[in-house]
């Protein structure tokens, strides 16, 4: 079964310093896509990032970049400059390519940023 | 603009009614999503629908149903027999291109107490 798994319910970081968030999955698929979805107190869902599993070059979005590790099946997001407007749930995503289309999500990190 | 509407954005029910909640996107696309939100909780799927005219459960579909007569429509109503509703419901959409990487989008959701 596909599972995705973040370990961390909850993180700190001071702003402008760098905070990691861990996410694995587990799948039997070699062809899929990743993704982190920002979750901020209004609850809108929001895109942050993407990762094409057939991609080796890791994504990024300004602030934002990924560490993906097929092998070890590990998909990390890392913020730098981290700033207040970042304080928000972020979600762990998994979906394959063939199949069901359906999405698998993470339980979820909650990210503080201290002023 | 392009994108995924959902009304009411509060919706209270006595316990016994059945309630509807609307989800409507011009994004084109195929794919549309049901989940649930519970406080300090992941997301869970309720229902999906990947065309016009066909859908399918998700882990928890039990006491919830969903029509999907046009594509860029996709109500879902909560009846009486889920017996615990009080949630906060997202609805989403992709597409099934690859171009687009399958991205899911969502819309801003519904919150609905049950009194």
């Known amino acids: 079964a596909q599972t995705v798994t973040q370990s961390q319910p909850e993180m700190s970081v001071q702003e402008a310093e760098t905070v990691t968030l861990s996410c694995t999955y587990d799948t039997s698929e070699s062809d899929y896509y990743l993704f982190w979805y920002k979750q901020p107190p209004s609850r809108q869902m929001i895109l942050v990032i993407r990762q094409e599993a057939y991609k080796q070059q890791n994504a990024t979005e300004n602030r934002f970049s990924v560490n993906f590790q097929k092998a070890a099946k590990s998909f990390s997001l890392k913020i730098s400059d981290s700033q207040l407007g970042d304080a928000a749930m972020y979600f762990c995503?998994?979906?394959?390519?063939?199949?069901?289309?359906?999405?698998?999500f993470g339980t979820g990190t909650r990210l503080k940023v201290l002023a | 603009d392009g994108g995924i509407t959902q009304s009411p954005k509060y919706l209270f029910r006595k316990e016994g009614q059945n309630v509807t909640l609307s989800c409507e996107q011009n994004?084109?696309?195929?794919?549309m999503y049901w989940y649930r939100q519970d406080p300090g909780q992941g997301l869970r799927l309720i229902y999906y629908s990947q065309i016009v005219n066909d859908f399918q459960k998700g882990d928890i579909a039990e006491g919830y149903s969903v029509s999907r007569e046009k594509k860029e429509s996709f109500p879902l109503t909560v009846t009486s027999a889920q017996k615990n509703p009080t949630a906060f419901y997202l609805c989403?959409?992709?597409?099934?291109?690859?171009?687009?990487?399958?991205?899911?989008?969502f819309g801003p959701g519904t919150r609905l107490t049950v009194l």
């Open positions: 994004l084109n696309h195929d794919a």
């Open positions: 995503a998994y979906i394959f390519t063939s199949g069901t289309y359906k999405y698998i």
């Open positions: 989403a959409s992709s597409t099934r291109d690859r171009v687009a990487a399958d991205t899911q989008y």
